[in-house]
């Protein structure tokens, strides 16, 4: 199931941005009870513009907390408990994997938030927050998406081979092996993985492994927000099931052992969060 919001839209991006950005959205909470969801480790990067009261962002595993506000992630590989406490407008543009780096602002790293200007000139994301505020989702998403598609494009053919082998590990859900990418795009495991270090801002194995975990909760929770309890039911259900070791990392993309750890402290966190 997905979690309850009091709005979600999702908006198509144009076919001038693809390999920089994948969709976009705007969430809305009017701020009558605290919200919750779930940031899945789906290897992606996000652009944020944020109107009213900043959430928090917490690592299950750590207790980590940073500010959900403004800004440009580089890509999740690790699950985070997004928390808004307070009315709030959000608007999202999901990024291919290689955004950021086609971007070229800065050199990938990810799990990274840079400031919204690395991207967004201030007088565009002025326009999109005044937009949000006057309840123009519609325009406001369309005033962001023209802004990234007049932004210059880095180019190579490092950038093009890395996101033929994205596709690939895409399009098979993550269930195949580094050597499987590598053989498929004509290269070897040292050139994979220089590429996905240096255009990605992670390993091979780290991409591998958010893909499966994210495509493994969606096949349970759905598209849209995702609800805490919903994962930890169904990471639950999965570590309880009786698979070998070996097929519930494959499939999840983490050991028994760490699965069930990440559902334990999810499971603590929106405990403590509903009581708080």
């Known amino acids: 199931m997905a979690v309850a919001v ?4 999702r908006f198509p991006v144009p076919a001038a941005l693809r390999g920089v950005a994948e969709h976009a959205w705007v969430a809305r909470h009017d701020g009558g009870q605290q919200h919750t969801e779930v940031l899945l480790p789906d290897g992606r990067g996000l652009l944020q513009v944020v109107r009213g009261t900043r959430g928090r ?19 999740w590989t690790r699950a985070v408990i997004a928390e808004q406490t307070g009315p709030v407008a959000r608007l999202g543009v999901q990024l291919h994997p290689l955004g950021v780096a086609r971007l070229g602002v800065t050199r990938p790293a990810a799990d990274t938030w840079l400031p919204l200007d690395e991207v967004l000139a201030p007088e565009v994301a002025a326009r ?24 210059p494009r880095r180019t190579g053919a490092d950038l093009d081979h890395l996101e033929d082998a994205l596709a690939f590990i895409d399009e098979r859900r993550g269930l195949v092996r580094q050597t499987d990418v590598a053989r498929e795009v004509a290269t070897s495991l040292g050139e994979l993985h220089r590429w996905c270090t240096h ?28 609800d805490p309890t919903a994962t930890v039911g169904a990471v639950e259900w999965f570590v309880g099931a009786g698979y070998p070791p070996r097929e519930v990392e ?21 405990g403590s969060a509903t009581r708080g």
């Open 6 to 9: 009091e709005s979600y839209r």
């Open 57 to 75: 962002l917490v690592d299950p595993l750590t207790g980590e907390d940073t500010p959900d506000g403004d800004g440009v992630r580089g890509a």
């Open 128 to 151: 999109a927050g005044d937009l949000l505020d006057a309840g123009d989702d519609e325009a406001a998403v369309g005033t962001v998406l023209d802004a990234f598609a007049a932004l």
């Open 199 to 226: 255009l990605l801002g992670m390993s091979p194995a780290q991409y591998l492994s958010a893909v499966r975990f994210s495509t493994f909760v969606r096949e349970s929770v759905g598209a849209g927000p995702v």
């Open 250 to 270: 494959r499939f999840s993309g983490l050991p028994p052992a760490d699965l069930r750890r990440l559902a334990d402290h999810l499971a603590q966190r929106v």
